[in-house]
């Protein structure tokens, strides 16, 4: 295992949740612990990207029609999301259109 790919798997992973729609902004080190816990289970970071973007997509509709839900603390809250993705990932056109819905613009190819 090389220390350095992880390490740049969790500094990317953590810009990344803090960039994400609906979080605190804030890393906890229980965040650093569960995001070298997915590197170590080999998940690719466009399945966590993709799973953040999903989940925060989500969020924002649900705020639309009820009350607000408070920030989102944890890369953790992710988990089953993530899980998700990797089961049922969504076509290149869903993650284009979550993309433009939450205006962080087009999504890398």
Avoid: K, W
Avoid at 18 to 35: E, Q
Avoid at 39 to 46: A, E
């Amino acid at each position: 295992m090389d220390p350095d790919a992880r390490r740049r798997y969790v500094c990317e992973l953590l810009r990344l949740y803090v960039a994400t729609p609906g979080t605190t902004g804030h890393v906890r080190r229980a965040d650093r612990d569960f995001a070298g816990t997915l590197f170590d289970r080999g998940i690719p970071l466009y399945v966590v990207e993709t799973a953040f973007i999903v989940a925060a997509a989500r969020r924002i509709r649900h705020n639309a029609f009820s009350t607000p839900l408070p920030p989102i603390r944890s890369v953790h809250y992710f988990s089953s999301v993530i899980q998700e993705v990797l089961d049922r990932p969504p076509g290149y056109r869903d993650i284009d259109e979550l993309h433009s819905f939450l205006g962080l613009g087009r999504p890398p190819l």
